[in-house]
């Protein structure tokens, strides 16, 4: 007599409701950048970015991570981050263009960097000589800011910048976006960020201002946003060997 196998709690696939709502999200900008709404292509792809922060949020306040959800939102890390950005950056500047070959060719390397270090991070979870995620930064660009950073050449023709055209340029700054994803340079970790207690009102002050300027100017906003996460690298690196070289200071003190 075969037992029963037993029965699944709703909490325990609310996470995963949510990663496939991000998926139809990628799924639905690709349908946007086929028919010439870049708008609202970048609208869906901003709702991915969202959906992909809460249900790992979700999983871990309902108590319901399972190795099966964890494979599914890796699956769609790469596909709304690696596939789908590649695609609108494709469509929007370069398909039916002389240069269509050399932005296929960096979309093609953007979505590579884009898979190899999700399957980096996967490893990371099994593995403890690979990490990806430290205590107070990430290692590497994450699939989200990838996708953000990639997606700048297009905020910038939203914008009205399109009298200039820099083919060349804007592949080399794709292909460096990607691989900013597989390097091992210290990124900031806005969920380890700490503020004093007497500057929490300044802070969601900036924080009411942030959104403001997404819903009025939303380009300008993520263009500035971008290049602000750009001048952030050096420093991060520059705190991770400082941070490095007092701990080795203080594990061999000098006599």
Same mark, same amino acid.
């Given at each position: 007599?075969?037992?029963? +196998?037993?029965?699944?709690?709703?909490?325990?696939?609310? +996470?995963?409701?949510?990663?496939?709502?991000?998926?139809?999200?990628?799924?639905t900008?690709?349908r946007?950048s @086929?028919?010439?709404?870049?708008?609202?292509?970048?609208? !869906? %792809?901003?709702?991915?970015?969202?959906?992909d922060?809460? #249900?790992?949020?979700?999983?871990?306040?309902?108590?319901?991570?399972?190795?099966?959800?964890?494979?599914l #939102?890796?699956? /769609?890390?790469? !596909?709304?981050?690696?596939?789908?950005?590649g695609?609108?950056?494709y469509?929007?500047?370069?398909?039916?263009?002389?240069?269509?070959?050399l932005?296929f060719l960096?979309?093609?390397?953007?979505?590579?960097?884009?898979?190899?270090? @999700?399957?980096?991070?996967? &490893?990371?979870?099994?593995?403890?000589?690979?990490?990806?995620?430290?205590?107070d930064? !990430? *290692?590497?660009?994450?699939?989200?800011?990838?996708?953000?950073?990639?997606?700048?050449?297009?905020?910038?023709? @939203?914008?009205?910048?399109?009298?200039?055209? !820099?083919?060349?340029? =804007?592949?080399?700054?794709i292909?460096?976006?990607?691989? &900013?994803?597989?390097?091992?340079? +210290?990124?900031?970790?806005?969920?380890?960020? $700490?503020?004093?207690?007497?500057?929490?009102?300044?802070?969601? *002050?900036?924080?009411?201002?942030? *959104?403001?300027?997404?819903?009025?100017? +939303?380009?300008?906003?993520? %263009? *500035?946003?971008?290049? @602000?996460?750009?001048? $952030?690298?050096?420093?991060?690196?520059? /705190?991770?060997?400082? =941070?490095k070289k007092?701990?080795?200071?203080?594990?061999?003190?000098?006599?």
């Amino acid at each position: 007599m075969t037992e029963t +196998p037993p029965r699944l709690k709703l909490r325990h696939i609310v +996470p995963s409701m949510v990663t496939v709502f991000a998926i139809c999200a990628g799924m639905t900008s690709i349908r946007m950048s @086929l028919d010439g709404r870049i708008e609202m292509a970048l609208y !869906f %792809i901003l709702i991915a970015v969202f959906l992909d922060a809460a #249900d790992g949020k979700l999983a871990r306040f309902l108590d319901s991570a399972s190795p099966f959800g964890a494979e599914l #939102d890796t699956l /769609a890390d790469f !596909f709304n981050f690696g596939i789908v950005p590649g695609i609108l950056l494709y469509n929007t500047l370069y398909i039916g263009t002389a240069d269509s070959n050399l932005g296929f060719l960096a979309c093609l390397v953007l979505a590579v960097c884009c898979a190899l270090r @999700l399957a980096r991070f996967n &490893l990371s979870a099994k593995a403890t000589d690979v990490t990806l995620k430290k205590d107070d930064h !990430f *290692v590497g660009v994450p699939a989200p800011a990838l996708a953000c950073l990639a997606l700048m050449p297009v905020f910038f023709y @939203l914008h009205g910048w399109t009298e200039t055209n !820099f083919p060349l340029l =804007r592949a080399a700054y794709i292909i460096g976006v990607g691989f &900013l994803a597989i390097s091992t340079i +210290p990124t900031i970790s806005i969920k380890h960020a $700490s503020i004093k207690r007497s500057h929490l009102s300044f802070a969601l *002050v900036g924080v009411v201002a942030l *959104v403001v300027c997404l819903m009025v100017y +939303p380009w300008p906003t993520l %263009i *500035v946003a971008n290049c @602000l996460y750009l001048a $952030s690298l050096p420093y991060s690196y520059l /705190a991770q060997e400082k =941070r490095k070289k007092r701990q080795e200071e203080n594990a061999h003190p000098s006599d």
